[in-house]
């Protein structure tokens, strides 16, 4: 069967938004007569209110369609260092809880009122095994003929197999100020576009449009062919959800 590949970007603990997003996402695969691959672009904990939620709407996701992959973010990374650290560096980690959204991560795990990190971590591994699990199986970029997909971006001036970690997952401006050709288009998220609205160039596509703030998750489906794109959109709207298609230009 063929498949469709659906990139998710940064979800920031909103399971609110990725629960109707992924339900769309099974019918406008049927309506391809295709199977799903989905790409979870990165931060799915942080800064929203359900982390736990999300985290375990992306493992329910790879396991029923095992063609799926989360990527890893850079939020999914400080998350997942916290959670098996033999030694936490407790500035570091103050830093992450309330300044960077840790703090609503470990609340929707019930993990505020523990005593200490250690024993936090102890019980998030003793009661999450496939979230953590699954972060710690994320990968760092998923490459295919014409698109490649990764967390914040690439260095331009490295080719797509000589990608340093740490830039995958946190790059900015020598990616975003990029205006040469690439070897792949690169699908990303990490940086919030402007106006919400994805951010479409020549040599990537930015589909972070600030789910937690603005209350929009976007998807971007590209056809097994690579040659056929559309968003997905999920908006908040008052009480309610709404999931409508868009076009995609390259």
């Known amino acids: 069967m063929p498949h469709v590949t659906y990139a998710i970007g940064d979800v ?9 997003l992924l339900a769309a996402i099974v019918a406008d695969a049927h309506a391809s007569d295709a199977e799903p691959r989905v790409l979870f672009l990165g931060d799915i904990v942080d800064r929203g209110p359900r982390s736990r939620e999300a985290m375990d709407l992306v493992c329910d996701t790879l396991t029923r369609w095992p063609r799926s992959r989360l990527i ?3 939020h999914d990374a400080y998350f997942l ?13 103050g830093r992450w809880l309330m300044r ?6 470990m ?4 993990l505020l009122s523990v005593g200490s990190v250690r024993d936090a971590a102890a019980i998030f591994r003793a009661n999450h095994p496939r979230h953590l699990q699954a972060l710690m199986d994320a990968s760092p970029i998923v490459v295919d003929n014409r698109f490649a997909y990764v967390h914040a971006g690439i260095d331009p001036t490295r080719s797509i197999g000589a990608q340093a970690p740490k830039d995958l997952m946190m790059i900015r401006d020598r990616f975003l100020d990029y205006e040469g050709q690439l070897s792949h288009i690169i699908v990303h998220g990490h940086t919030p576009t402007l106006d919400s609205v994805p951010d479409s160039r020549p040599c990537r596509i930015g589909i972070d449009t600030g789910a937690y703030t603005s209350g929009k998750l976007t998807c971007l489906a590209i056809s097994a062919d690579e040659r056929n794109l559309h968003f997905l959109f999920a908006t908040a709207s008052g009480e309610s959800i709404e999931v409508t ?5 390259e």
């Not at 920031?12 to 109707?20: C, F, I, S, T, V």
């Not at 033999?86 to 570091?92: A, F, L, Q, S």
């Open 12 to 20: 920031h603990g909103r399971a609110d938004l990725l629960e109707p």
């Open 107 to 110: 609340e929707s795990y019930d």
């Open 72 to 74: 890893r973010g850079n």
């Open 245 to 249: 298609q868009g076009e995609a230009n």
């Open 81 to 93: 260092d916290f959670m098996t650290a033999d030694h936490v560096d407790e500035e570091r980690f």
């Open 100 to 105: 960077i959204g840790g703090y609503q991560t």
